[in-house]
């Protein structure tokens, strides 16, 4: 693809190779992420083996579709769909918010969140399974 048209492209659009070095990208992909030489450094960790599926499908000429969570300006995180097409061992990758980019960044503040609900859920677990023991051993005796 012509470096000037893909300039224009009004996505975050990149052109990577097989070990993800970007090799064009679009206006646009700056207004969303930091600049960078290679792909992998927006990446968040927990989306790695989605990505590594992605890159590693260079000799299928599909699309191949994931939800990615990559990181986006002021080391925020955002939730991303992304779609890499492979042609002559150049990735076109195109990356568009999954939804408002408010409501899926994730902030130390929604974390926390999240960790306090996983912490509930895992204490009733706890008093569950506690209540299933004492009601097996008093079936044993």
Not at 77 to 95: A, E, P, R, S, Y
Not at 97 to 118: C, F, G, H, M, R
Request: charged share 20%.
């Amino acid at each position: 693809m012509d470096t000037m048209i893909t300039k224009w492209i009004p996505v975050p659009y990149f052109q990577i190779d097989q070990e993800g070095t970007i090799l064009n990208s679009s206006n646009t992909t700056h207004s969303y992420f930091s600049a960078t030489s290679n792909i992998w450094n927006i990446i968040h960790q927990e989306g790695r083996d989605k990505a590594i599926l992605m890159l590693s499908q260079s000799a299928n000429s599909y699309p191949i579709t994931k939800h990615l969570i990559l990181q986006i300006r002021n080391n925020l995180f955002g939730n991303f769909k992304c779609t890499i097409q492979w042609k002559d061992g150049i990735g076109h990758l195109v990356c568009t918010e999954a939804k408002s980019i408010k409501d899926s960044i994730i902030t130390p503040s929604s974390v926390q969140k999240t960790l306090i609900n996983t912490q509930k859920r895992l204490e009733e677990s706890e008093k569950h399974l506690d209540n299933v023991a004492k009601i097996v051993n008093i079936r044993k005796h």
